[in-house]
């Protein structure tokens, strides 16, 4: 190799080196770019939401179903064989319509007797008073007839004789007597005219009992006998007594709801309710109409009722229902999502993100909450951000690349 070749190849080496030197010996701070992905892959992200302001309020979904507002069966107040029943299942009747008629022989000559133990006893009266008449007119005879032989006695010794006077006195007192025995018979014989137009009035009372009348308004939903019949009396104690029929008032129904004992002591009247009618696909809304203030022993819950209009006919008793029960409501409160509360105990805490994207530990002082937020009376103002899902990531004075989720759509925390 010549000496030219020798210059020229020590050159390129030369030249080499010297580019390999350049390059291995640029500092981090020449390449900004690179620098900056490898520090911001550095930094963990994190979703947060803002504090914002919404409608809060606490429900409850149970399943009730309707019942009649009333629902009765109707019985027979005496016994007696049916002799016609005017009703049939699925008939309409009004309140006092007569349903049927019983056939009850004895009780009709019942009647008759009391009616004639009445008329006798109203004779009975008549003759005291008469007695009665007589023995104070046969006193007022005897009185004035001793009163006169008193004075004629007492204005001149011996005019009259002393057992006259005597004899006259003793017949004042018997006419006496016997006018006070008349005034008794007469109050015992009214007595017995009372007993007697009593006992009138009761099998009076027990004939009107054979037209059985329909108690309300309603349905009948059952019959239990046909004519001919024989009934037993609804009050006889001895006997299973058969109803006539059962009646149910639809055109009025009541929601049954079990309120578990944990929230029972919220109900009040008038709360509102939203009912979904599962057979008819049809949501309706009501109000508590009643509760029963006591927990049943065995189911601990409190039984709760809900009235409802239906004299449309829309609805049928028995159909079931789910039922949203309005506990309690607030109206544009500051509220964060449930998921980024930690609870110990009574002490609520949040990580807060401040301006600088730097984590805050802070604690909160919370309110109503419902299935997806909770309100902040304390701690957060509105607009702030705060880190919701897994807390156990992050910890105060950290930086986080925040991306908000509070409106649905992620926003990273340079878009803020």
């Known amino acids: 190799m010549t000496r030219k070749n020798l210059i020229v190849s020590a050159g390129v080496l030369l030249a080499g080196s010297l580019l390999i030197w350049i390059w291995l010996g640029r500092g981090p701070t020449e390449t900004p770019g690179i620098h900056r992905v490898d520090a911001d892959a550095d930094i963990p992200p994190a979703a947060v939401a803002r504090v914002d302001r919404h409608n809060l309020g606490t429900t409850l979904s149970i399943a009730g179903e309707f019942k009649p507002f009333q629902d009765v069966d ?54 005291a008073q008469g007695d009665l008449q007589r023995a104070k007119s046969s006193h007022a005879a005897a009185h004035s007839a001793y009163t006169r032989l008193k004075q004629a006695a007492d204005s001149r010794a011996g005019l009259v004789a002393q057992q006259e006077v005597d004899d006259s006195e003793a017949k004042d007192l018997e006419t006496e007597g016997q006018a006070a025995s008349a005034e008794a018979e007469i109050a015992a014989a009214k007595q ?22 329909a108690p309300f308004a309603g349905v009948i939903t059952n019959r239990y006998a046909d004519t001919g019949a024989l009934i037993a ?41 939203k009912v979904q009618v599962q057979a008819l696909d049809q949501e309706i809304e009501g109000r508590v109409s009643r509760f029963a203030d006591s927990l049943d022993r065995q189911t601990r819950t409190m039984e709760t009722e809900i009235d409802f209009d239906n004299r449309a006919g829309r609805l049928i008793p028995g159909m079931y229902t789910e039922t949203r029960l309005s506990l309690r409501e607030k109206k544009n ?73 509070s409106g649905g759509a992620a926003r990273t925390g340079s878009e803020r």
């Open 74 to 127: 109707v019985h027979a107040k005496v016994a007696g064989y049916i002799r016609q029943i005017y009703v049939d299942v699925g008939d309409r009747v009004k309140k006092g319509q007569t349903i049927a008629v019983l056939e009850v022989p004895e009780l009709a000559a019942q009647l008759t007797g009391a009616d004639a133990g009445v008329r006798a006893s109203q004779e009975q009266v008549r003759k």
């Open 192 to 213: 017995q005219l009372e007993i007697a137009q009593a006992n009138q009035k009761q099998y009076a009372a027990m004939a009107g009992y054979t037209r059985i009348v």
């Open 233 to 273: 009396a609804g009050t006889s104690s001895s006997t299973q007594a058969i109803p006539v029929v059962r009646l149910a008032e639809t055109s009025k129904l009541r929601l049954v709801l079990p309120v578990p004992e944990s929230v029972a002591g919220q109900i009040h009247l008038g709360d509102p309710v």
């Open 333 to 405: 409160v500051l509220t964060i999502p449930l998921e980024a509360i930690s609870r110990n105990g009574e002490v609520a805490t949040v990580l807060a993100v401040n301006a600088d994207n730097i984590v805050e530990e802070r604690n909160v002082r919370l309110g109503l909450e419902d299935s997806t937020r909770v309100e902040v009376l304390s701690g957060l103002s509105e607009g702030e951000r705060v880190i919701i899902g897994n807390r156990s990531e992050y910890h105060s004075g950290e930086k986080i690349q925040p991306k908000d989720v």
